[in-house]
């Protein structure tokens, strides 16, 4: 099967054309050896679920330790915390059943589900009882949890934690989402009771973000399918898709694709300019999911607050003090430039935010131009 530019999920080896995810993100395997709980945030699509999966298999194949890849996607819309604890421990119980690196029937089976506020706790230091190895675990999409699970989550970790030199429990263990911790934190409603002064957010010692691609790895990336085929993506080319795109993988990805499988003839081997302008057009003509997504995020009021000013020429200020600014940086939309000043990510999303700012401007127009018949 021909290798092909993925824009639907994490890419894999023989597959995809794709370059090594830990390229982008270096020194985790020294955090894991120093026993340490940390976070790794970066925008949506970006390639965080791939880094997972290459180091899940890199740490389980080295034979020091068991490593756990561990999806929490499912949970987005669970509120309530013993429910959202039990889908945490069937997520996990799934993942282990399927796992090749791990013995069979290795969860834990008398567990004390009415215990909601230390089960998760125990079928973790289980886990580790039975194994002869340190655990790792990789938690993904754990920015997906609510509040309150989120919290019990959290607390049962930490409690975990703080007693390793006593007992079994997971030896390092990864936060993976949009957010950076602080932001996991800026979740929860301002209520001081709900967190008390045991914070269940000062286990992590570092937080990590997942960089994009430069220009020579865009390159690298793109070479991969003219060596395979003969269509050539030219120096001109390369830098057209990093300007417009600042390196953003699901939009090099997505630029690539739609010029090499739907725009350029295939006895053309030459790959034109025009393509990538053309293939820029369509994807946000098309509002593909990635679109779509940062289109709903143009909606929210905090995100609003950040974009509206910036598109319109105003600066803006670099406060991480911001709740706001955090958000929307952590997010992906806006980035800090050469001379230190807050631009939209890339111009593809400046122009997405435009024509968003702008229809929202004619509607208001409208609104106001037309008032509703009172009398109707």
């Given amino acids: 099967m021909s290798k092909y530019f993925n824009t639907e999920g994490p890419c894999v080896v023989g597959e995809h054309y794709m370059l090594p995810p830990q390229g982008r993100l270096q020194g985790l395997k020294a955090i894991i050896?120093?026993?340490?709980?940390?976070?790794?945030?970066?925008?949506?699509?970006?390639?965080?679920?791939?880094?997972?999966?290459?180091?899940?298999?890199?740490?389980?194949?080295?034979?020091?330790?068991?490593?756990?890849?561990?999806?929490?996607?499912t949970l987005d819309s669970i509120h309530d915390t013993n429910t959202g604890v039990r889908y945490i421990l069937n997520s996990l119980a799934s993942e282990l059943k399927f796992d090749p690196y791990f013995p069979a029937d290795i969860f834990p089976q008398d567990l004390d589900l009415t215990r909601t506020n230390t089960v998760l706790g125990d079928a973790l230091r289980m886990i580790c009882n039975q194994l002869d190895r340190p655990l790792v675990i990789l938690f993904d999409e754990v920015d997906c949890l609510s509040e309150e699970v989120l919290i019990s989550f959290l607390r049962q970790v930490r409690?975990?934690?703080?007693?390793?030199?006593?007992?079994?429990?997971?030896?390092?263990?990864?936060?993976?989402?949009?957010?950076?911790?602080?932001?996991?934190?800026?979740?929860?409603?301002?209520?001081?009771?709900?967190?008390?002064?045991?914070?269940?957010?000062?286990?992590?010692?570092?937080?990590?973000?997942?960089?994009?691609?430069?220009?020579?790895?865009?390159?690298?990336?793109?070479?991969?399918?003219?060596?395979?085929t003969g269509q050539q993506f030219s120096e001109a080319v390369v830098q057209t898709i990093f300007v417009n795109?600042?390196?953003?993988?699901?939009?090099?990805?997505?630029?690539?694709?739609?010029?090499?499988?739907?725009?350029?003839?295939?006895?053309?081997?030459?790959?034109?300019?025009?393509?990538?302008?053309?293939?820029?057009?369509?994807?946000?003509?098309?509002?593909?999911?990635?679109?779509?997504?940062?289109?709903?995020?143009?909606?929210?009021?905090?995100?609003?607050?950040?974009?509206?000013?910036?598109?319109?020429?105003?600066?803006?200020?670099?406060?991480?003090?911001?709740?706001?600014?955090?958000?929307?940086?952590?997010?992906?939309?806006?980035?800090v430039d050469e001379q230190k000043k807050v631009v939209p990510a890339n111009p593809i999303y400046a122009e997405v935010m435009l024509r968003v700012l702008s229809d929202s401007a004619q509607n208001s127009m409208i609104e106001n131009d037309y008032p509703p018949d009172a009398t109707a």
């Fill in 33 to 73: 050896d120093a026993k340490r709980y940390f976070v790794i945030h970066a925008a949506r699509q970006s390639g965080k679920t791939t880094l997972l999966h290459d180091l899940w298999k890199e740490l389980n194949n080295a034979g020091d330790y068991y490593c756990l890849y561990c999806s929490l996607e």
């Fill in 159 to 228: 409690l975990g934690y703080v007693n390793r030199s006593r007992m079994p429990f997971v030896h390092s263990l990864a936060l993976v989402g949009m957010r950076n911790i602080r932001d996991f934190q800026g979740k929860i409603r301002g209520d001081l009771e709900t967190l008390k002064s045991a914070s269940p957010f000062n286990i992590v010692t570092r937080a990590k973000t997942l960089r994009n691609f430069t220009q020579i790895e865009i390159m690298q990336l793109l070479k991969q399918h003219g060596d395979a």
């Fill in 245 to 335: 795109t600042q390196g953003q993988p699901w939009l090099v990805n997505a630029i690539a694709q739609e010029v090499v499988e739907r725009l350029l003839p295939e006895e053309e081997s030459r790959i034109q300019q025009e393509h990538v302008e053309k293939a820029i057009q369509t994807i946000i003509q098309n509002r593909d999911t990635h679109v779509e997504s940062l289109l709903k995020h143009l909606r929210e009021k905090r995100v609003q607050r950040i974009i509206e000013p910036l598109i319109l020429g105003e600066s803006i200020n670099r406060d991480p003090l911001n709740d706001d600014y955090s958000f929307v940086l952590d997010l992906g939309l806006i980035r």
